[in-house]
């Protein structure tokens, strides 16, 4: 410990000597038991000068009835695409709370910038969007804390738990990115970051330990039953746990499986009907639907015929008892390949190839080698004789669920679920390959089959009341959730006016829900419509175009109140459409650059501009 200053009135110099004196040679607790002790000696000092009461005699080494440590303040941000962050958010406040601290879980989306240089203790939990971007509902945050703004934060302590997809060349680069700027903005590690894959159960729970062993004590004893205080989430005890979920999800059956594209489609989209009867699950427009998908069964039996494996072998997963042939099937992801089962390979096989693309400096090679390279075709190009199955599935991550936005409302098809899904189908290495979701959606999933499915909540896409008016922009699969809207509205009665801008490849074979469109225009729940087929004229036109066309009328939208959707491809729509509308907003509102972003940024804080991307 280094000596302090002299604080200048108040001791004498000989005061001040005896105790830095004493406090350089402290050790961990005994400045808190002194702070007590002082504090006591203080209070009968000044009812002694008071009058009210007589000095009492101090032994020094008698116990105290100590003053309660400082409680620090605690915040639990998240930012999540998927529910994951604000799953382990809950987790993490519970834990506290059973400690005795009592703290605020606050999505980002929903949290105060200015409250950021009052924070004592934040712990951050954040998932990864794409290439190392934060996720969209910490989009706000992320741009405030990297900005020229962002306030100096000596006082605070934080930790971040980091989620992400390892197949992603800038794995975890959301959370990366909030280490490194809150270290430069003079802040302390409670902890250090956590990076967790897609399979990140124990990895977040040793985080959530560890960081909560280092919280400080609560004022107060006997406080062990307070709950997390939430905002923009529930209490631990407001929700019921749903009786499905991912862990536990609920065998829909199959209503309806119809490809709604045209004869001379470039590509297959299809509609699917699910009965959620007797489930109990109830979702909003505007939520997605968790689909756990199985691989398909020829690929399974490639690679047992490669590996030389026996379908029936025993094995354990996690403590659970399975075959290798039903772990291939159901549990684990034997398509796409991560790092990690390059590096497992190369330790198996010895493939000096393997071995050079481990590292950070390869990364770029790396990720280049996985675009190209399945399992499967690892497996085939490194082969290995004799693996242990054990060793083999050690290398390769559960298999995760797929998300789709739900294209139906509840209130027009009571127990139901509908999905738009777009068929993934593409040669690699002169094979045929498939999507897993998709492609078991195209292939096996015939009416009165089961499909697993669990509803994800997602309260950054909701609609308004009903009287405001909504603008809803989206390309293929992307105008699922505006079905459900509408169906909404139009189920509600609502009067507030709508405008759907759709775009697609081709008029006469893409044009998905066309006939539902035209009747809801003809009906007036749909007010107004617009779309643009890319590939139907001598130049492209997507939906963006359709915006700047109808400027002045999208300008006049959003002055008048209304809502702002945007759903499809985060890689070219999402940037696309947001360039589009600053550029609107710059040349009919008068604007620059910079006040028009300050213009859909406010849009964005305000809930009025909401994206859903994939």
Same mark, same amino acid.
């Given at each position: ?162 989620? $992400? ?27 250090? %970051? ?27 004893? $006997?406080? $062990? ?154 497996? %085939? ?32 098809? @009571? ?31 015939? @009416? ?167």
């Amino acid at each position: 410990m280094t000596a302090f200053e002299f604080p200048g009135p108040g001791f004498t110099a000989e005061q001040w000597n005896q105790i830095n004196a004493l406090a350089t040679s402290l050790r961990p607790g005994q400045g808190l038991w002194l702070s007590g002790y002082f504090a006591g000696l203080d209070h009968n000092a000044r009812t002694l000068h008071t009058g009210a009461l007589p000095l009492a005699t101090l032994d020094p080494l008698a116990p105290l009835p100590a003053a309660a440590p400082p409680t620090r303040s605690l915040t639990i941000l998240f930012g999540s695409e998927t529910g994951n962050g604000a799953g382990l958010a809950k987790a993490l406040g519970e834990a506290a709370a059973r400690l005795g601290v009592e703290p605020t879980a606050v999505d980002m989306a929903d949290y105060k910038l200015r409250r950021l240089k009052d924070e004592q203790d934040l712990l951050i939990v954040t998932s990864t969007h794409g290439e190392g971007d934060p996720p969209l509902s910490g989009k706000g945050f992320f741009e405030f804390v990297e900005g020229r703004k962002a306030p100096r934060l000596p006082d605070l302590r934080y930790a971040i738990l980091a989620l $992400g997809d390892s197949t992603y060349e800038h794995y975890c680069g959301a959370g990366k990115r909030l280490d490194r700027r809150l270290e430069e903005l003079g802040a302390a590690r409670l902890a250090a %970051r956590v990076d967790c894959d897609v399979d990140y159960d124990e990895d977040a729970a040793g985080w959530i330990k560890a960081v909560v062993a280092k919280l400080t004590p609560p004022a107060q004893a $006997g406080n $062990g039953g307070a709950t997390a205080r939430a905002v923009g989430m529930g209490s631990a005890s407001a929700t019921p746990t749903p009786a499905f979920d991912k862990r536990i999800p609920f065998p829909a059956t199959v209503i309806e499986n119809l490809v709604l594209t045209g004869r001379g489609s470039s590509k297959e989209t299809r509609h699917i009907e699910l009965s959620l009867a007797g489930s109990g699950l109830a979702f909003e427009p505007g939520d997605a639907l968790g689909v756990l998908p199985r691989n398909d069964p020829r690929l399974v039996e490639s690679l047992l015929d490669m590996l030389r494996l026996s379908a029936d072998t025993p094995l354990s997963l996690k403590e659970r008892k399975t075959t290798l042939a039903d772990a291939l099937g159901e549990a684990l992801e034997i398509t796409a390949a991560t790092p990690r089962f390059v590096e497992h390979w190369a330790e198996a096989s010895g493939a000096r190839e393997l071995y050079g693309l481990r590292g950070e400096e390869q990364a770029e090679a790396r990720a280049a080698f996985l675009r190209s390279h399945h399992v499967i075709d690892i497996v %085939r190009r490194f082969p290995v004789q004799g693996i242990d199955p054990q060793t083999f599935v050690a290398g390769l991550r559960p298999l995760q669920p797929r998300l789709y936005s739900i294209a139906s409302s509840l209130a027009a098809a @009571p127990d139901e679920a509908h999905l738009t899904v777009s068929t993934v189908r593409y040669e690699l290495h002169g094979e045929p390959r498939s999507g897993v979701a998709s492609g078991h959606f195209a292939g096996r999933a015939e @009416p009165d089959t089961a499909v697993s499915v669990y509803v994800q909540e997602n309260r950054h896409f909701r609609l308004p009341g009903d009287d405001a008016p909504i603008l809803m922009i989206g390309a293929g699969t992307g105008v699922a959730p505006y079905r459900a809207f509408l169906q909404e509205r139009e189920a509600r009665g609502a009067t507030g006016r709508s405008w759907l801008v759709f775009g697609e490849r081709n008029f006469h074979s893409d044009f998905l829900y066309q006939i539902e469109w035209q009747d809801l225009l003809k009906d007036g729940v749909l007010s107004r419509m617009n779309v643009a087929f890319s590939r139907d004229g001598a130049a492209k036109t997507y939906v963006q175009h359709r915006l700047i066309e109808h400027a002045r009328d999208v300008f006049a939208w959003l002055e008048e109140g209304a809502h702002v959707y945007v759903c499809g491809d985060g890689a070219k729509l999402a940037p696309d459409v947001h360039a589009a509308l600053r550029t609107i907003v710059q040349q009919q509102g008068g604007r620059g650059k910079a006040a028009a972003d300050d213009y859909l940024g406010a849009l964005q804080r305000d809930h009025r501009y909401q994206i859903d991307v994939y």
